[in-house]
């Protein structure tokens, strides 16, 4: 049973402790406030003048005026529309799988006690490193229907190549391919982070036990790496569905095949900042975020059955 003379210090360890809190809600607040001003004014700020602005008009000399839902009415309208979106579906449909499987695949086998793995590592990761003007450049030589390397290596197996950048059945095709390749690195180094956090220990038993690199695959690391899994899936979708700089680089803008290969951001990039219809291209914009967050919102959904934390 506590005395009376106990009271006054409880009281002040409750006040104490009260006066910590606050001054670690204090401290707490100060460390991240540049983290929190930062995506305000880079993210947050410039999301919401870009909605303002879909509803405005340029009038040139940087002057505007405000046109309502003029310029959504326009675009619903506009026959482009449906040909970038489909593009942009088209091109996440052929990227997403081929990064993810490639860039798990890398993760695995970069992850065991092989001889050279850091120049292998390194080797993977260079793409990522490497300036989409370069990356345009070669593509474009080996993509080249008269002396391109891939034709050639195809003439030698008695195969016609096609014309890669001019054949609008083969154009989405090849900037999927580019897109794989260049992004294979990045996601593997994440992949590979969450790899070295599975127990050794697991794998072990489960050799006691008689299973083989294939069972230890599917029952092992594939559920304890969906996680990170889930994390590159996302940040993927989200990267395809923004891809520009490959067909800016590797279409010019007059080229017969920019329709079929023209993106929701490309047709962003031609009515801002070449037409000079910035209203109109962040109407674009708008539209491409709201498809954004409608797919990330299934992702988020469907997570929770495929996902072990």
Known sequence: MESIGDLPKAKGSVKTK???????IFWG??????TMLGLFFLNIKPAIDTIIMS?????GLGGSQWVGLENYQRLLQDENLPLAIGNTLKYSVLV???IIIFSLLAAVLLNQKIKGRGLYRVIYFLPVVATPAA??????WLYNS?????????SLVGITGPAWLADPKYSIVAIAIVGVWSAVGYNMVILLSGLQEIPRDYYESSSLDGAGPIRQFFAITLPLVSPTLFFVSITTVIGSLQVFDVIYLMFDMKSEVIPYTQTLVYMFFKHSFVMNEKGYGAAI????LGIIGFLTFIQMKLQKRWVHY
Not at 135 to 140: N, Q, T
């Open 146 to 154: 008269e002396y391109g390397l891939i034709n050639y290596l195809l």
């Open 29 to 34: 607040f100060l460390l991240v406030a540049p």
């Open 285 to 288: 914009v708008v539209i491409l």
């Open 55 to 59: 509803f405005k008009k340029s009038t």
């Open 135 to 140: 990356i345009a450049m070669v593509w474009k």
């Open 18 to 24: 009260k006066k910590y809190k606050k001054d670690a």
């Open 96 to 98: 997403v799988p081929g």
